[in-house]
């Protein structure tokens, strides 16, 4: 059987396109516990039963470098630079998706979605390099934001082209866990004002090559009682490049599933 994604929804005048460079996932195996009591009400971590038996959730430090990301309503202002997401795979009030803690951007727009939508982004210095064509891919990460510096620094083990297809801790099988850590589609955050916002995005099923990190430290989650800093990503699934449609303007979350039929998604996000 072969992941097949989920359908793309219609596109409209308001929503946004984008070319994702360089794209990698970099997963980490936390506590169930110590991951639920970030979340607010109505908000759950998934489980996974990893492969000690015992059953845990996974977060993620998802970056990129944006490429020509642009509204649909006016496509001559475009913008690239790098991102880093940071997310953890939820359910909320029984659908699936993700919890973002924090987006880091290297543009000077971003407090832009900051103030109008209230979402938690912040100006960081992104760094993102990647050879995906002589032999082992590698890729490799540098942000640094008020004296804090996240990095990750991940060779591939195969050969030149090969796609992530070994089993993954916790996970049955490739479709799987290309499922749960790269397809969700839903996305949540926490407002300024103690709301919670939503989005949702689309993007063609992953193709990722499985890589190795030689040495990784992601600070944010490490203040967030997540993980320690000698701790090794569970994972870190990647590839050269990946496009979105992101379904904005994002809108205030009122607990209940998402009725305008532009935004239903049958599976998962982001």
């Known amino acids: 059987m072969t992941f097949v994604g989920t359908l793309r929804p219609r596109l409209r005048w308001h929503h946004a396109e984008t070319e994702l460079d360089d794209f990698a996932v970099v997963s980490y195996r936390v506590e169930t516990a110590a991951l639920a009591a970030l979340l607010p009400a109505g908000f759950a971590p998934r489980e996974v039963v990893f492969d000690d038996g015992r059953a845990g959730a996974l977060v993620s430090a998802v970056a990129f470098t944006d490429r020509a990301f642009h509204f649909r309503f ?51 210095r992104i760094r993102i390099d990647a050879d995906w064509t002589s032999g082992a891919g590698r890729w490799r990460l540098i942000a640094t934001d008020r004296s804090r510096t996240s990095a990750c620094d991940a060779a591939e083990g195969g050969a030149e082209g090969d796609t992530a297809s070994e089993r993954l801790d916790g996970f049955a099988g490739r479709d799987e866990w290309l499922d749960f850590l790269t397809h969700p589609t839903s996305g949540w955050y926490g407002r300024p004002d103690g709301g919670v916002g939503e989005y949702s995005i689309w993007h063609p099923p992953m193709t990722p090559r499985l890589l190795t990190a030689r040495h990784a430290r992601f600070p944010l989650f490490e203040r967030l009682g997540l993980i320690d800093p000698a701790m090794a990503p569970h994972s870190v699934l990647a590839q050269p490049t990946l496009h979105f449609d992101v379904h904005t303007p994002p809108r205030r979350y009122r607990g209940r599933s998402v009725t305008d039929p532009s935004t239903i998604i049958e599976h998962r996000h982001l």
């Open 74 to 124: 006016c496509p001559p202002v475009a913008i690239s630079c790098g991102q880093i997401n940071y997310r953890a795979y939820v359910t909320a009030h029984g659908r699936t998706g993700v919890w973002f803690f924090a987006t880091s951007l290297d543009h000077a727009l971003v407090g832009l979605p900051r103030l109008v939508w209230g979402m938690p982004w912040r100006r960081t």
